[in-house]
């Protein structure tokens, strides 16, 4: 049987990225979030399976749900890398199967783009019941087709964004156009794809025809994201426009340059996800500020794969890491530069402080630290010494005196102090 060139890219493309996403080696391939796996019923009583990722502290200010590509699975490694995007700005992502796909019940036989339609609409029920508002929708390839269509359906969403989607649902005939005949004379037909063999039948054409999306996006009034390749050999990058210009504002336009319709570079899968988290920010309610707890000034949580460590410390998120040289991914600064780094903000803040209340001209205060281990010059103490050298540039109408007095103050900051006092580490197991 003859296969169009477009049929075979999306073969390969997904064969390939199915194979990549269970190889836990890979680099890049982290997983520092909290992760539940979990069932919930579709609209006819079938249990899907789904995961749901949570930021570093447990606590989602809101959630997302994410729809991936057609025939795929939660399990692809483009949505750990996007969800995990999400999680760093404090937002919930639940994933999940389509009714016949992956884990979840049911027969993919019986499905069609509105049964898709109706599992996001489940999904987005399903976590407004149990655990807080799903208040956006992340859709990939056909899956953003189906948030699209599914928006209007759930009240609490309040912004979008698509991933490669194609403008209209019946695009995604051409995975099968060669077997269109035996469709329509038959009632059925299988299809091999991402090796694996679907049953198409009649309805899921049928269905597919009677959508019109386009229709349906002139009506929505919620934010929009759009994303797309200029290189997408899949999904034409002229479906985005075509949303675009349908679509009523607020709604903005991201071109992914130089990356392929399934994400597959991990880079790019990385940038997608930082793109929305911080999209969506402008179109979400803002999360409550929390007060501090004293047993929980910070929490850090570093997965089972590499050193990519997610980190809340008060209301701020961020991301620590050690140098690929060392198995690590470097996407943040390591342990012993935020150490530093406390060292010299909390030297730059106390000189600045002190200078305000005398009333000195300090413009402003720059603070270089390193740290290494170096041998101790004490003949009584054996081996090596961590060491931290700082060296402090102070801007401004200042005199020698002056000068002078700002240094002995940088010995006066509360870190550095802590750093020279004896300090009691007390570590014991949290009970889950």
């Given at each position: 049987?003859?296969?169009?060139?477009?049929?075979?890219?999306?073969?390969?493309?997904?064969?390939?990225?199915?194979?990549?996403?269970?190889?836990?080696?890979?680099?890049?391939?982290?997983?520092t979030?909290?992760t539940?796996?979990?069932?919930?019923?579709?609209?006819?009583?079938?249990q899907?399976?789904?995961?749901?990722?949570?930021?570093?502290?447990?606590?989602?200010?809101?959630?997302a749900?994410?729809?991936?590509?057609?025939?795929?699975?939660?399990?692809?490694?483009a949505?750990?890398?996007?969800?995990?995007?999400?999680?760093?700005?404090?937002?919930?992502v639940?994933?999940?199967?389509?009714?016949?796909?992956?884990?979840?019940?049911?027969?993919?036989?019986?499905?069609?783009?509105?049964?898709?339609?109706?599992?996001?609409?489940?999904?987005?029920?399903?976590?407004?019941?149990?655990?807080?508002?799903?208040?956006?929708?992340?859709?990939?390839?056909?899956?953003?087709?189906?948030?699209?269509?599914?928006?209007?359906?759930?009240?609490?969403?309040?912004?979008?964004?698509?991933?490669?989607?194609?403008?209209?649902?019946?695009?995604?005939?051409?995975?099968?156009?060669?077997?269109?005949?035996?469709?329509?004379?038959?009632g059925?037909?299988?299809?091999?794809?991402?090796?694996?063999?679907?049953?198409?039948?009649?309805?899921?054409?049928?269905?597919?025809?009677?959508?019109?999306?386009?229709?349906?996006?002139?009506?929505?009034?919620?934010?929009?994201?759009?994303?797309?390749?200029?290189?997408?050999?899949?999904?034409?990058?002229?479906?985005?426009?075509?949303?675009?210009k349908?679509?009523?504002?607020?709604?903005?336009?991201?071109?992914?340059n130089?990356?392929?319709?399934?994400?597959?570079?991990?880079?790019?899968?990385?940038?997608?996800?930082?793109?929305?988290?911080s999209?969506?920010?402008?179109?979400l309610?803002?999360p409550?500020?929390?007060?501090?707890?004293?047993?929980?000034?910070a929490?850090?949580?570093?997965g089972?794969?590499?050193?990519?460590?997610?980190?809340?410390?008060?209301?701020?998120?961020?991301?620590?890491?050690?140098?690929?040289?060392?198995?690590?991914?470097?996407?943040?600064?390591?342990?012993?530069?935020?150490?530093?780094?406390?060292?010299?903000?909390?030297?730059?803040?106390t000189?600045?402080?002190?200078?305000?209340?005398?009333?000195?001209?300090?413009?402003?205060?720059?603070?270089?630290?390193?740290?290494?281990?170096?041998?101790?010059?004490?003949?009584?103490?054996?081996?090596?010494?961590?060491?931290i050298?700082?060296?402090?540039?102070?801007?401004?109408?200042?005199?020698?005196?002056?000068?002078?007095?700002?240094?002995?103050?940088?010995?006066?900051?509360?870190?550095?102090r802590?750093?020279?006092?004896?300090?009691?580490?007390?570590?014991?197991?949290?009970?889950?």
């Amino acid at each position: 049987m003859s296969r169009s060139p477009k049929y075979l890219r999306l073969f390969f493309y997904n064969c390939i990225t199915n194979l990549l996403s269970n190889v836990s080696h890979l680099k890049y391939n982290i997983s520092t979030m909290k992760t539940t796996k979990l069932q919930f019923p579709n609209l006819q009583g079938q249990q899907l399976a789904a995961k749901l990722s949570l930021p570093v502290d447990g606590h989602a200010y809101t959630y997302a749900i994410f729809a991936h590509c057609f025939t795929c699975t939660k399990n692809l490694r483009a949505i750990r890398h996007i969800s995990r995007g999400l999680t760093q700005q404090g937002i919930g992502v639940l994933q999940f199967d389509f009714t016949g796909l992956g884990q979840s019940e049911g027969s993919f036989a019986n499905t069609n783009f509105s049964s898709n339609v109706d599992d996001i609409v489940a999904a987005a029920k399903f976590v407004n019941n149990n655990y807080g508002k799903a208040e956006l929708l992340v859709g990939h390839s056909l899956g953003g087709t189906a948030t699209l269509a599914a928006a209007a359906r759930i009240k609490s969403v309040k912004a979008m964004a698509t991933i490669g989607a194609p403008a209209e649902p019946h695009h995604v005939q051409h995975l099968f156009k060669d077997v269109l005949t035996e469709i329509w004379e038959k009632g059925a037909a299988n299809v091999n794809l991402s090796g694996r063999n679907f049953t198409i039948q009649r309805q899921f054409v049928n269905d597919l025809a009677s959508q019109s999306l386009l229709e349906t996006v002139k009506k929505m009034r919620k934010a929009l994201l759009i994303l797309h390749s200029p290189q997408d050999k899949i999904v034409d990058i002229n479906n985005s426009a075509r949303i675009y210009k349908a679509a009523h504002h607020p709604k903005s336009f991201i071109s992914l340059n130089g990356a392929d319709h399934l994400l597959m570079q991990a880079a790019d899968s990385l940038y997608v996800g930082d793109v929305i988290g911080s999209w969506a920010k402008r179109y979400l309610p803002a999360p409550a500020k929390t007060p501090l707890s004293t047993t929980q000034q910070a929490v850090v949580r570093t997965g089972n794969i590499g050193f990519t460590t997610d980190i809340k410390a008060g209301q701020h998120r961020f991301v620590a890491d050690e140098p690929e040289s060392v198995g690590g991914n470097d996407f943040g600064p390591t342990p012993y530069d935020l150490l530093v780094a406390a060292l010299g903000t909390c030297t730059s803040m106390t000189l600045r402080m002190y200078a305000d209340r005398k009333k000195w001209d300090l413009k402003s205060v720059q603070v270089h630290l390193q740290h290494q281990k170096v041998h101790s010059t004490d003949a009584t103490q054996k081996g090596k010494i961590d060491q931290i050298e700082r060296f402090i540039e102070l801007e401004g109408e200042l005199d020698e005196k002056q000068r002078q007095r700002l240094l002995e103050i940088a010995d006066r900051c509360p870190v550095h102090r802590t750093l020279h006092n004896t300090i009691v580490v007390k570590t014991s197991l949290k009970n889950s």
